[in-house]
């Protein structure tokens, strides 16, 4: 996954790259690698979970009984109060990566510095 990513950013043109700083392209590829890696681990989890609900439920319905559709309701009315602290978990989460952006370019420039003194 991070060859691949690496491989990209060293085809970026010149005007991409002046476009972006350090900063923003480290903390793109830790993130975009991360996120690959999550959906290669979860792919096999699409298969079997819808599997492991149903006998679940089953399992549960024949334990409780009726019981169990009630708490299926509840599940299913939950649904927008999620999707709405989900959009702002998101939201927060884009402002915290400018932050992470802002702080990879100082730790690059620093270490850039401490390079350039250490070899005059």
């Given at each position: 996954?991070?060859?691949?990513?690496?491989?990209?950013?060293?085809?970026?043109?010149?005007?991409?790259?002046?476009?972006?700083?350090?900063?923003?392209?480290?903390?793109?590829?830790?993130?975009?690698?991360?996120?690959i890696?999550?959906?290669?681990?979860?792919?096999?989890?699409?298969?079997?979970?819808?599997?492991?609900?149903?006998?679940?439920?089953?399992?549960?319905?024949?334990?409780?009984?009726?019981?169990?559709?009630?708490?299926?309701g509840?599940?299913?009315?939950?649904?927008?109060?999620?999707?709405?602290?989900?959009?702002s978990?998101?939201k927060?989460?884009?402002?915290?990566?400018?932050?992470?952006?802002?702080?990879?370019?100082?730790?690059?420039?620093?270490?850039?510095?401490?390079?350039?003194?250490?070899?005059?």
């Amino acid at each position: 996954c991070s060859t691949l990513l690496f491989q990209k950013a060293l085809r970026v043109s010149p005007s991409g790259r002046a476009r972006t700083n350090t900063g923003q392209v480290v903390n793109m590829m830790s993130v975009d690698t991360n996120v690959i890696m999550r959906f290669v681990q979860l792919a096999g989890m699409t298969v079997v979970t819808p599997l492991q609900i149903v006998i679940s439920l089953v399992l549960i319905e024949k334990q409780v009984g009726s019981a169990t559709w009630v708490g299926i309701g509840f599940l299913f009315a939950l649904v927008p109060l999620n999707a709405i602290i989900f959009s702002s978990v998101a939201k927060l989460r884009r402002r915290v990566l400018k932050w992470q952006d802002a702080r990879v370019k100082m730790t690059n420039d620093v270490l850039t510095g401490i390079r350039v003194i250490k070899y005059m």
